[in-house]
């Protein structure tokens, strides 16, 4: 995998940033693309693919609740977070 798919998930959500772990002593270890989101991030990724999701849709829903009952008092936004 060249990360290309994670290059795609953070232009299209505007989330997160990705890193490259690699294994110098393990020649035949393939390096590893990772997405790394705060939970902020990932709150607002499954606001946006929650419609989409099938077997993973009951999980969302009780992070996206659990979130919009911790964030409902402050102003939730990329860059606005707790600002009033």
């Keep these: 995998m060249d990360g290309r798919l994670i290059?795609?998930?953070i232009e299209t959500t505007?989330?997160?940033?990705r890193d490259i772990r690699?294994?110098?002593k393990h020649p035949t270890y393939k390096d590893q693309h990772r997405w790394r989101l705060s939970h902020h991030g990932v709150y607002r990724?499954?606001?946006?693919?929650?419609?989409?999701?099938?077997v993973k849709?009951?999980?969302a829903k009780?992070?996206?609740d659990h979130y919009d009952k911790k964030f409902s008092k402050k102003t939730f936004g990329k860059g606005s977070f707790g600002a009033k």
């Design 62 to 64: 009780l992070v996206i």
């Design 7 to 9: 290059d795609y998930l």
């Design 57 to 59: 849709r009951e999980k």
């Design 45 to 54: 990724v499954l606001k946006q693919v929650y419609k989409y999701l099938i």
């Design 22 to 24: 690699r294994f110098p």
């Design 14 to 17: 505007a989330e997160g940033n």
